[in-house]
């Protein structure tokens, strides 16, 4: 497959910023073809942050000019900014909003208005299956495969565990036992108070339970049809 040089997917030259005294950036001469992945490298303090925060329009520079798909980045930043997407080192919001909250942040984001902003976000959620409600950790307790994971000290505790714990897979050559739970504070509550009835000390106890694929694949019955089409 050929690549076409006809236009830079970003083309900066001379690019210069300061914070105070501090020079961050001191000319920076960038050229990245279009159906290419870029990789910009560099010690803390290089300036890699600054560079992707100037091309992205978050912040200006002091000097130099740069294309962004063709949109120049001081004249056309709303340009810009409908021809690129920008997402950060961490997920931090993940945990923290739900499915349709993240829709209406992407909405409010892209300035579509609250009618058709919730339009957009019901159509969405609808189209891909994902009207499955509640946090991720409320979702993840509602599929099976969610476990606790007991190590004990010895085979005598191991046993004795085995046997007031009738239900739980056993692991002698780790010394553990799985035991099938949601992995909610109740359950463990419970668990640890069948365990001390018993004088039956574990050593650690780790909770497992599904991802959200697990999640999507149990209330959909099927993986994403885009990521089938990827890996294929």
Do not use: C, W, Y
């Amino acid at each position: 497959m050929s690549i076409s040089t006809a236009r830079p997917a970003i083309s900066a030259m001379g690019l210069r910023k300061t914070f105070g005294k501090q020079v961050v950036l001191d000319g920076i001469d960038l050229t990245v073809a279009e159906g290419t992945a870029f990789a910009l490298l560099g010690p803390n303090g290089a300036g890699k942050t600054t560079t992707v925060h100037i091309l992205s329009t978050l912040i200006t520079a002091d000097g130099g000019e740069a294309l962004v798909a063709g949109h120049d980045l001081m004249r056309n930043p709303a340009g810009v900014r409908t021809a690129i997407g920008v997402t950060g080192q961490f997920s931090a919001l993940d945990d923290l909003l739900t499915g349709e909250e993240h829709l209406r942040m992407m909405a409010d984001l892209n300035h579509l208005g609250k009618a058709e902003g919730r339009r957009r976000t019901a159509d969405l959620l609808e189209r891909f299956e994902l009207t499955a409600e509640g946090t991720p950790d409320e979702l993840r307790r509602r599929i099976p495969g969610g476990h606790v994971r007991l190590v004990f000290a010895d085979a005598a505790d191991l046993e004795l565990a085995a046997r007031v714990l009738g239900d739980a897979a056993r692991d002698d050559a780790a010394l553990a036992l799985r035991v099938p739970s949601d992995g909610s504070v109740t359950a463990l509550r419970a668990l640890l108070n069948r365990l001390d009835r018993e004088a039956v000390a574990g050593e650690t106890l780790t909770v497992h339970t599904p991802d959200l694929d697990d999640v999507f694949f149990a209330r959909t019955g099927h993986r994403d049809k885009t990521e089938d089409k990827v890996t294929r």
